[in-house]
């Protein structure tokens, strides 16, 4: 199998494989930086489609001064407090939408007059496109944190509702039978049957209940505030500051995928008892 | 206060038909005026071949199941609910998965209102003599078949329920294993007699273990077609006990009975 070192070509050794993914991800992340320099920065290449050289970089940003935007953010800390104000709505909007749905959903599925009752109703609610209702939250709310709050939480809730009402229609009967005749009482068997196996579905589900939280707030704050990292690119927006607009965009980006990854941990630590695909250790 | 000589559970006449939910006149009569008495104290075997019913008749006698007629007494009152003073051992994964080996054996426990402590020092000691002592950390799906069996005896028995209701405990087990658990279970039982119904497949596993064998005929429409009183001494060793006469006698006349009723059943399932 094994060829000598010297019969290799560079790129034999350099090709993406497992060990050095990371490395190509970075470099293609440079690459997208690069590209985007070239086209935009007036003057490096003649405008290709635009019929000024200083257009380019109006419609799509500069990226060295959209970074210099986000250092200038975090070094001079005016970003933090949006930065805040953004994943403390974030953070509200998770909570508030999973406790409700886990609430709700455990109610009706345990309920099944009830849940035939309100089935065409949750069915539409859930079909509407839901963000239409920011305008009407800051009609109620106010332009504070509650609006944006109230518009992540029914983006989070229907995702958690309909995993806890299925979470608990596939608990094995033979788990519940057994369970009773254990001696566990109503109470018992919702806190030690029903709630485990819906909270399965419900981690399964975490990854979009966050990002969703997370939509709900910048969307939020996009339609109208005075604090958040969106209301920073709505400013930017309405003075057609491009890059200042490309910056939000970027730091909304790294911390969804930072979300992401808490998560990915989260969800780690907490459904150890389900059985993972691969779990032999190589020796 | 039921009387003393009661016995610890009377199926009287039990008929289960099962309906069909969406289409109600495809029945099926699964079991047929089968009658089931069991004594305090008593070990009773219940072989029949594959799908005749031993199943339903142990969800009937722990009152998952009510029969569509016929009576269930437990010590001589009538069954209402479930069955309070029975343990069960389903014949399926019954274990939670989203707790250890060791949280499963002390759940009832935890639901009777045991303190935490002490929970645990039983379990603990339960795991020991099911042989998994130093496993109680792991998860379900990181036990074999036959450790989550195990581990569902050691759950039923830590209550140490009047009445035993056992489907097919060790058919998962190698036979080395299963002759240990056997002999495990006679001791247990032996120490402390409780009523045990035990159903298994195996004729051997179920004369070398009980006081009396019931075998059910197929089904459907099942009933038991023969009991068979077990007079050999105890206490067995479940692996001596086979190679006596008297176990040779008994298994060659339990097995003639039966004989018929497995091929029959065979045989409808083969048409199917
Ligand atoms: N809920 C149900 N609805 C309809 N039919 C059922 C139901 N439960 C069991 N049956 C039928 O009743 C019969 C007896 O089933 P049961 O599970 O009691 O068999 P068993 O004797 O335990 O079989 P095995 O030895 O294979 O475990 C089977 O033919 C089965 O198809
Ligand atoms: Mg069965």
């Keep these: 199998m094994r060829e000598p070192e010297s019969s290799k070509g560079v790129w034999a050794r350099m090709r993406p494989r497992q060990g050095n993914l990371r490395v190509w991800q970075v470099g293609m992340l440079l690459v997208f930086f690069a590209i985007w320099h070239v086209l935009t920065v007036p003057g490096i290449v003649p405008p290709l489609y635009f019929d000024d050289a200083n257009k380019a970089a109006f419609f799509f940003g500069e990226p060295l001064k959209v970074l210099s935007r986000v250092w200038d953010w975090f070094y001079s800390g005016a970003i933090y407090e949006h930065l805040w104000v953004t994943l403390w709505e974030t953070f509200l909007a998770f909570v508030i939408g999973t406790v409700s749905g886990l609430v709700i959903g455990l109610w009706l599925a345990l309920n099944p007059i009830a849940s035939a009752l309100c089935d065409p109703y949750i069915k539409a609610l859930n079909s509407m496109p839901r963000v239409i209702l920011a305008p009407i939250f800051s009609v109620w709310f106010g332009l504070d944190i509650a609006s944006k709050v109230a518009l992540g939480v029914t983006l989070v809730f229907f995702i958690v509702f309909f995993n806890v009402y299925q979470g608990v229609r596939e608990v094995s009967p033979t788990v519940l039978a057994n369970a009773r005749i254990l001696g566990a009482s109503q109470r018992q068997l919702l806190r030690h049957v029903y709630v485990p196996s819906a909270m399965s579905w419900v981690f399964a589900s975490l990854h979009n209940s966050v990002g969703l939280a997370f939509v709900g707030a910048v969307v939020g704050e996009y339609l109208g505030s005075s604090r958040g990292v969106g209301y920073l690119i709505l400013q930017a927006e309405g003075t057609f500051d491009i890059n200042t607009v490309f910056a939000g965009i970027l730091v909304l980006t790294a911390f969804a995928l930072i979300l992401d990854f808490v998560v990915s941990v989260a969800e780690k630590r907490l459904m150890v008892w389900q059985p993972r695909q691969g779990e032999t250790e190589r020796i | ?263 029959k059943g065979y045989a409808r399932t083969r048409i199917q």
């Design chain 2, 1 to 263: 206060m039921a009387s003393q000589d009661a016995p610890a559970l009377a199926l009287e006449n039990i008929t289960v038909t099962f309906a069909a939910r969406d289409a109600k006149d495809t029945r099926y009569t699964a079991v047929k005026d089968a009658t089931l008495v069991v004594a305090p104290g008593e070990f009773v075997s219940v072989v029949g071949p594959t799908g005749c019913g031993k199943s339903t008749l142990l969800n009937i006698a722990v009152g998952l199941l009510e029969p569509s007629a016929g009576s269930v007494k437990v010590f001589g009152k009538p069954l209402v609910g479930l069955n309070g003073s029975a343990g069960y051992l389903f014949q399926t994964e019954a274990l939670m998965p989203w707790r250890t080996a060791l949280d499963n054996v002390t759940a009832g426990l935890e639901f009777r209102g045991v303190l935490r402590g002490e929970a645990v020092q039983r379990a603990e000691d339960w795991l020991a003599r099911v042989g998994l002592a130093g496993h109680g950390h792991r998860y379900p799906h990181q036990l074999s078949g036959g450790m989550r069996k195990r581990v569902a005896l050691a759950q039923t028995l830590i209550l140490d329920p009047q009445i035993i209701l056992m489907d097919e405990p060790f058919s998962a087990l190698d036979i080395q294993t299963r002759q240990l658990m056997e002999n495990e279970l006679l001791e247990l039982w032996s120490a402390n007699r409780k009523s045990v119904v035990f159903i298994t497949h195996d004729l051997e596993e179920a004369i070398s273990l009980s006081d009396r064998v019931v075998v059910l005929s197929a089904g459907p429409e099942t009933r038991p077609i023969g009991e068979f009183a077990i007079d050999l001494p105890r206490p067995r060793d479940v692996a001596e006990i086979r190679l006596t006469p008297r176990f040779i006698e008994l298994h060659t006349r339990i097995w003639h009975a039966m004989k018929d009723e497995v091929l």
